[in-house]
């Protein structure tokens, strides 16, 4: 027990991004004023310090992220999980609502009848909210490729796309579709990612703005 150290319940989150902060000075990696709180939060989340080199913003995307939560748009994920981990209580303070279709009876009769994910068709049932939507998705890169597909043969586009999908298969072209588009989003390069991730990024988003509303 001679090395654990004693850190109150309200004190753990503050003393984890203080050594964030600290190991990311040691590598000498500084991170853009606006992307910090994602990238460290993103960190925060996975333990992993790969994120401040390959999460990707496209031009102005924090801001843009910033404004459509303020004016409310909804968001929508690829899994349940990513979806209780957004904080819905202060996205619905600003007029939003997550939304997960996935296991949805209507969805998963669908894509079985249609050959295709599920993570596919929540996606096209999606663009149907007549809202801006922010996508969150953490774990399917069909989900990315059904957004990518409804964009090109339609005039619909989604407001901002959080691609963070993991895995292997088909995983990293599904995000380079997004960052060579003109989509507002936050892409993590490589295999890496989860639904851990795309909840931590709309939640940095969603904390700051309450700060700053406080």
């Not at 999460?55 to 748009?73: F, M, Q, R």
């Not at 279709?101 to 909210?129: L, W, Y």
Request: aromatic share 6%.
């Amino acid at each position: 027990m001679k090395n654990i150290e004693f850190v109150r319940p309200e004190e753990i989150e503050k003393r984890s991004f203080e050594i964030i902060q600290k190991e990311l000075d040691e590598k000498g990696i500084v991170l853009p004023k606006d992307q910090a709180m994602i990238t460290k939060r993103a960190i925060h989340t996975s333990a992993d310090f790969d994120y401040a080199k390959t999460l990707t913003y496209s031009e102005n995307a924090v801001n843009i992220l910033k404004e459509l939560i303020k004016n409310g748009a909804d968001i929508v994920t690829d899994t349940n999980m990513a979806l209780t981990g957004i904080n819905k209580k202060v996205l619905a303070s600003f007029g939003g609502e997550a939304h997960c279709f996935m296991a949805d009876p209507d969805i998963a009769s669908e894509a079985k009848k249609r050959g295709v994910t599920r993570a596919s068709v929540s996606m096209e049932h999606a663009s149907m909210i007549d809202k801006p939507v922010i996508f969150a998705v953490g774990n399917a890169p069909t989900a990315l490729i059904s957004i990518y597909e409804l964009m090109t043969r339609t005039d619909w586009k989604p407001a901002f796309v959080i691609g963070v999908p993991v895995g292997f298969v088909n995983v990293e072209a599904s995000k380079e579709l997004f960052i060579a588009s003109d989509v507002p989003c936050i892409i993590n390069r490589g295999r890496k990612g989860g639904s851990n991730v795309a909840a931590a990024i709309c939640n940095a988003v969603l904390y700051e703005l309450g700060k700053e509303r406080l």
